[in-house]
């Protein structure tokens, strides 16, 4: 089954708009992170947070962890066109070794 | 500099013949690792690779699939008697790991879709 799986499953905003999708996983993990999808191609690195680390921002990315809770938010502020894309997270355990387990994605479309 | 690069894009093969992969991963990436996608899917983890040597395979659905990366560079994925089921975007990423792979970012190449007739 999947280690980290995204909620929802699919989210249609407006531009402008700030966008949250959520992740949850099952054990522990070391870091988790969120990569973005165009497309059905190559992902993109969105940003890495560790497991002692509770928030971090990039940009209009704003990532929470509660590993109390073992989930993760990804918020998108003030949403554009181009961010319509696939998001993942993908989480990094020591009882999986050394690979990412990706969730199921979130399909996040912004309209204008 | 250049990412990871891919070939080929697209692939369309007939069932049962055998296909290669081919991946060029970041110059000085350590790491190397492949997936696979089916369409509206999360990455399904095929194998990881550090230098040369594949400390897991656990990811390959059957013997059909192997995979080897020389001089620390280059690596393919050869998929024999290609099933209708192998059609996927298969995808690879490098990472300048030395330990464990999922503490650093993963850089994704383009992938390559293959279709099985």
């Known amino acids: 089954s999947q280690q980290g799986e995204e909620d929802p499953q699919a989210l249609s905003i407006q531009e402008g708009e700030n966008a949250t999708m959520n992740c949850s996983y099952k054990?522990?993990?070391?870091?988790l992170q969120w990569y973005r999808q165009n497309s059905g191609r190559g992902l993109v690195h969105l940003i890495l947070?560790?497991?002692?680390?509770r928030e971090k921002h990039s940009g209009r990315l704003r990532v929470t962890l509660d590993t109390s809770k073992k989930s993760s938010s990804l918020l998108i502020t003030a949403s554009r066109a181009a961010d319509t894309a696939s998001y993942f997270c993908?989480?990094?355990?020591?009882?999986?070794?050394?690979?990412?387990?990706f969730g199921a994605g979130t399909i996040l479309r912004v309209k204008s | 500099g250049a990412g990871v690069s891919q070939s080929p894009s697209n692939k369309v093969t007939e069932k049962g013949k055998d296909v290669e992969l081919r991946c060029d991963p970041i110059?000085?990436?350590?790491?190397l690792y492949w997936y696979r996608q089916s369409l509206g899917q999360g990455l399904e983890f095929l194998i990881y690779?550090?230098?040369?040597?594949?400390?897991?395979k656990s990811g390959l659905p059957s013997d059909r699939f192997s995979a080897e990366r020389t001089g620390g560079s280059v690596s393919t994925l050869t998929i024999q008697r290609t099933q209708q089921e192998d059609s996927a975007v298969y995808l690879c990423?490098?990472?300048?790991?030395?330990?464990?792979?999922?503490?650093?970012?993963?850089?994704f190449g383009p992938g390559t879709r293959l279709t099985v007739t």
């Open positions: 947070i560790r497991s002692n680390e």
């Open positions: 110059s000085g990436h350590t790491a």
């Open positions: 993908a989480t990094d355990t020591v009882e999986y070794g050394n690979k990412l387990v």
């Open positions: 990423a490098s990472s300048p790991s030395s330990g464990a792979g999922g503490s650093y970012e993963q850089y």
């Open positions: 690779f550090q230098g040369n040597s594949a400390p897991d």
């Open positions: 054990t522990s993990i070391n870091n």
